[in-house]
């Protein structure tokens, strides 16, 4: 379990790692597009968090491991109780491993929702064959309500 950025920088950790993970929270800002601060970086990095969330459809987590150096974006996807991979982003990375890592986390949620729901109406409506675990929802169908069934 990655440890809280005042645990981090209260540890014994090496000055340099200190300095390292201090720049990959700032570069992380500039990825997300939020600000950073240097006086409080806790808020700097629930910034971040609060922007992957919200500015990718699946609604993405963003874990700071700063022992390793590295940032963990993965999405839980709501209905089911598995996520997408974690994609481990090492520092340093640029804006474009940040995007391409969201990417994929998108894509991979997308699909995992879509093996997992749909029901036998949201074939019948979408005039496909209703395979289980493969069918995709269809958001007018009044027996699951869009959601789907899980399987
Ligand atoms: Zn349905």
Redesign the pocket.
Known sequence: MPSSWEDFISSDAADEAKAKALEMVKAACGCAGTEFERDDVPNSIACVQRSVYRYTACGAYCEFDFEEGTVILGSIVEGVDWGTDNHELVWPFTRDDWNRALDEVEDEAKSIWHDTH?????AR?LGIEYVPGQTV??LE?????????IV
Do not use: A, N
């Not at 749909?118 to 949201?122: A, L």
């Not at 169908?141 to 069934?149: A, I, L, V």
């Open positions: 749909g029901c036998p109406e949201c409506l929802i269809c169908c009044g027996e699951c309500d869009g959601q789907g069934e």
